[in-house]
Structure formats: C-alpha cells, structure tokens
C-alpha cells in the first residue's frame, strides 16, 4: 500500500496505479503509451467523473521525467489520489479531466533507484548507437519545438537532445497520446528543485502571447501552498528562459507552442537547493501536502469554483 512518508519505486508506484483502478474503478482508466528499451511501459492514468456531463477541463500531469527528481512521481501519485477519493476534490472532479503520467521516464528512474552510484541519473537508458560510450537522452531536451537550442549534442552530456527530435520511444507515445486527447488546458511537467513555476518560452527570452494570464494562474497556485505552509513555502514566477536560461526540445514549449495549451508550466518542486535532487524523505509528506493545495486553489481558479 502507497504513502507518501517514503519515496517509492517503480513497482510501489505501479501497484498503486493497479490499486486505484480498483478503488475508484469508475473514474479510472490506464493506459500504455509507450514501451522503452528496456521493455517498460510508460503508464497514462485517466481520472475524470463519468457521471457528470461535459465539457470539462482537460490537465494533463507529467512527473518523473527526469529520473533522480523523486519528489516528482510522489507529488503526481499524491494528487492523483487526492483527485480520485478526496473530498475536497469532488466539485472540481465534476468538471475536470485528468491525465496523469505518474514515471514518464520508467529506465531512468528504476536505474536511479539501482544502486547509490546511479542516484542522481537524469536521462533515459538510451543506446545512443553501437559504440556510443555514453548512455542516455535527456527526454526534456527531445520534443521537436525549436529542438537543439540550449541542448547538448554530445551523448555523454547530462542535456544530450539526442539524435533527432522524437528520438525516444517516451516521448513520441506521450507526443501521441497529448495529440490524440487534444485540446488540453493545462499542462504541467513537475521537477526539482528550485521552488519556481516557470512558463514558456525556454528556447527563447521573449514573454508568450498570453503572459499576464499565464503569470495569473500561476500566483493562484503560490497563494494555495503559501496557505497550506502557514506562509512557510513560496514559489517564484517567471518565464523559463529568463530563469533558468534558455533550453529548447522541452515538453512544457511542445505543449504550448505545438499543441496550443494554453497553460503550460514546469513547476520546480522544493527545496531551493540546500539539499537539492536529495530531497530527504521526512519532507516528502510536507511538499505533497502544499502542491496539492495549490494545485486545488489553481484549478479552482480556473474553473470558478475555489
Ligand atoms: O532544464 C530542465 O529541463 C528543467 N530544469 S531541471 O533542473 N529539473 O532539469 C527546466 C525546464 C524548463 N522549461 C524549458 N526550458 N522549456
Ligand atoms: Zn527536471
């Protein structure tokens, strides 16, 4: 059984995924999107209220694409539980729909649970060719949006775009299933650390056509975990090439400037780097708690029902 005490592996994670299907069975729906190299499945959980009549906003939640960011899949299974039985949820669940990829980067992340050398792996496992020395993509530096600007070239670099845009088999099976769900509101791809809510552009400086919204609802989300912190937690907010410098090929610019969602994010989970991608355990429950409070008051913002 699940708990967000602890970070979980692969298989915790899977069998959570199991178990809500068969919990809250009606409001569930799995499916495969992808199968990696090593022959695992890149897993995509549906949650919405069937019983209630559309049209409903559509969030897509992207975690774990960046292996050694283990506060990510605990924030995404965290709030796909809250979703799916809590309460508080119940009046946004009547009109939202939910997608949620808990481990969008299943090799890299059950290689960085391998041993404690492998900890801090970023990439997939990527071949990266016959004789390639180096292992591993950065899946965030593979979606074809201005695909190569402030990305690596060289397989053995922690931002390796790979060798084309869509190279990787995760990335093109998430690519397809957000094309064929399409017309989604809100994207969010969670990482760590840093403590931001960033908005595109990462491949260039220049602010996004709708900036000043985009910049809204992210503060909704701030004022969610400042409240449930007691005024301890705060995000900063801002473009992702202004803050964190430019990089391209990222799912969150794909979203936005590909798919035309028109809110999309890259929320840099805590801490602000003291302990940086090892985040200990005893903070796990606390940052889960706070995320899914400003995800509630962000969402409530945005369907008018707070
Ligand atoms: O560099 C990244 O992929 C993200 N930061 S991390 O430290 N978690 O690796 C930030 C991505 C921000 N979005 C874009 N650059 N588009
Ligand atoms: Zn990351």
């Known amino acids: 059984q699940m708990d967000w005490t602890s970070f979980h592996d692969l ?11 068969s919990t809250a069975g009606n409001l ?46 605990a924030v995404t299974t965290y709030l796909m539980h809250q979703v ?11 009109v939202t729909e939910w997608y949620f990829v808990p481990v969008a980067n299943p090799d890299g992340y059950a290689y960085s649970f391998s041993s404690p050398r492998a900890r801090l792996w970023r990439k997939n496992r990527s071949q990266n060719g016959p004789s ?18 402030g990305a690596s070239g060289n397989p053995c670099s922690e931002t390796f775009k790979g060798k084309e845009p869509f190279s990787e088999p995760e990335t093109v099976g998430l690519g397809r299933a957000m094309q064929s769900v399409r017309d989604i509101d809100v994207f969010i791809t969670f990482h760590s650390f840093g403590q931001t809510v960033l ?22 989300f701030n004022e ?47 801490d602000t780097g003291s302990h940086g991608f090892l985040l200990p355990e005893s903070e796990v429950s606390r ?17 008018n029902i707070g």
């Open 11 to 21: 298989e915790d994670i899977e069998r959570f995924e199991e178990w809500l299907n």
């Open 28 to 73: 569930v729906q799995m499916a495969t999107v992808a199968r990696t190299l090593e022959g695992r499945e890149v897993r995509l959980v549906r949650i919405t209220d069937p019983t209630t009549p559309g049209p409903k906003k559509k969030i897509w939640i992207e975690g774990g694409i960046h292996a050694r960011e283990w506060i990510s899949p």
């Open 84 to 94: 799916a039985v809590s309460p508080e949820w119940r009046d946004i669940l009547k």
């Open 132 to 149: 390639a020395r180096c292992k591993g993509v950065d899946l965030n530096r593979n979606w074809n949006l201005k695909w190569g600007v």
């Open 199 to 220: 908005y595109p552009w990462g491949w260039t400086r220049d602010p996004p056509a709708n900036v000043k919204q985009l910049s809204r609802l992210a503060r909704k």
């Open 224 to 270: 969610g975990v400042k409240a449930a912190s007691g005024g301890r937690t705060e995000y900063e907010i801002g473009g992702s090439g202004p803050l964190y410098g430019l990089a391209s090929g990222a799912s969150d610019d794909w979203a936005y400037g590909a798919m035309q969602v028109p809110f999309s994010y890259t929320i840099e989970l805590p």
């Open 287 to 303: 940052v889960v708690f706070e995320t899914s409070s400003g995800m509630h008051c962000m969402i409530g913002f945005l369907t």
